[in-house]
């Protein structure tokens, strides 16, 4: 009875902990969390690999809010202002990661799709944090327990899987492992629900429930190209006309990074390597050797207009 009483009781006192959060990576989906935490009313420092890219991430967040704002008070400039200073005020951008760690209550990990980045990355942070600091990681489509194998907080490590664009898209997988505690779970679950995300739970399975199902559909699409099946176009208009998709599968590819595509289907298939769904696609090796990521770089499939 006790021991209950007092599980209870922990729960509450993490769930209402988290005040300070940190991003790691300030790229497409670091810079949309940080956005969507901050107009939640949490602080935030997002921590890139330079000055540079910080500023380029607190741009770019700066850009989406005027998006919201623009919504949320149609012709109202003055609130819409008002809006944008007071959710950009709640975020500061760092290149120092362990000082910023130092001071945090919830870790978001946003940076490149690798294991032994993301390993490296966590070893470098878990002395520094706070014991009762949470680390989640935002990957795609690596497992959680092996990310959170390198620390010593497995208990209070878990994923929050967010998509892209995040301030508009509503889901999130929050994953949780044979480690994760309760109190871990229902603290990050709690955030989830606080920032205004509908939640599901999902087991560390590869690619969760979304890109369990998406990225095998998304690399089918590049394979129909590359065989020369259908243009890149008219597979994009199939799949938004006759399927009803708000993107086709080309132009999300595109969207969500060709790197980060590669990468998904990189890690799977080294860990299943006889898995027909994961094996390597030359045409999007290719694209990404030239250094045509998609949207982000300027040209993937299609040619994009760089902001
Ligand atoms: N920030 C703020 N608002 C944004 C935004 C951003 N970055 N991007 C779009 N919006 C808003 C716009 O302001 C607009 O709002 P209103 O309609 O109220 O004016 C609305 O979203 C629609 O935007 P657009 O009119 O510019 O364009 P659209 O109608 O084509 O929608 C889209 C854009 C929301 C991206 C839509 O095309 C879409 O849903 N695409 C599919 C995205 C998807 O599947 N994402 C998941 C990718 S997989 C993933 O994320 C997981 C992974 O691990 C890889
Ligand atoms: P991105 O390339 O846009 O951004 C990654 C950022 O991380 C870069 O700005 C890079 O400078 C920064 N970075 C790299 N190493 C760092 C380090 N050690 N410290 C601080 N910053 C560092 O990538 P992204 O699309 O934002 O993806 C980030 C993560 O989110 C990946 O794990 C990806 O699989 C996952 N994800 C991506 C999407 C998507 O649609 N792109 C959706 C959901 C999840």
């Known amino acids: 009875m006790a021991s209950v009483l007092i599980r209870g009781m922990a729960t509450s006192a993490v769930e209402s902990a988290i005040k300070h959060v940190t991003i790691i990576g300030g790229g497409l989906m670091g810079s949309g969390i940080a956005q969507v935490a901050a ?6 420092t997002i921590v890139e690999v330079n000055n540079q890219l910080v500023e380029q991430a607190q741009n770019s967040i700066k850009n989406s809010l005027g998006r919201v704002a623009k919504k949320q008070f149609k012709d109202d400039t003055n609130e819409q202002t008002k809006f ?13 990661l362990q000082g910023v760690v130092k001071g945090t209550d919830l870790v978001i990990e946003a940076i490149v799709e690798n294991i032994n980045i993301k ?7 878990d002395k520094v944090a706070p014991n009762h600091t ?14 959170a194998s390198v620390t010593d907080r497995k208990d209070r490590f878990g994923g929050l899987h967010f998509f892209n664009p995040v301030p508009v898209m509503r889901l999130l997988e929050i994953i949780r492992t044979n480690d994760t505690s309760d109190q871990t779970f229902n603290a990050i679950r709690n955030f989830g629900e606080k920032i205004g995300k509908s939640c599901i739970t999902c087991k560390d ?30 597979i994009d208009t199939a799949m ?8 086709g599968p080309i132009e999300l590819a595109d969207y969500v990074g060709l790197d980060t595509t590669n990468n998904i ?17 030359p045409m999007l090796e290719n694209l990404v050797k030239e250094g045509k990521f998609g949207v982000k770089s300027g040209e993937g499939f299609y040619k994009y207009n760089k902001k």
Do not use: Q
């Open 134 to 147: 949470i680390f989640t990681s935002n990957t795609s489509s690596l497992s959680i327990t092996d990310i």
């Open 84 to 96: 944008v200073s007071n959710v950009l005020n709640r975020i500061n951008g760092s290149s120092d």
């Open 39 to 44: 107009t939640a009313g949490y602080d935030v």
């Open 240 to 247: 938004k006309l006759g399927a009803g998709y708000p993107m």
């Open 119 to 125: 390993h490296k990355l966590f070893e470098s942070i």
């Open 205 to 234: 399975t590869p690619g969760f429930v979304v890109n369990r199902l998406l990225v095998p559909y998304m690399a089918e699409s590049v394979r129909l190209l590359e065989r020369g099946d259908a243009s890149g176009r008219d």
């Open 265 to 281: 289907l990189k890690g799977w298939h080294e860990k299943d390597p006889e898995n027909p769904l994961y094996k390597p696609i």
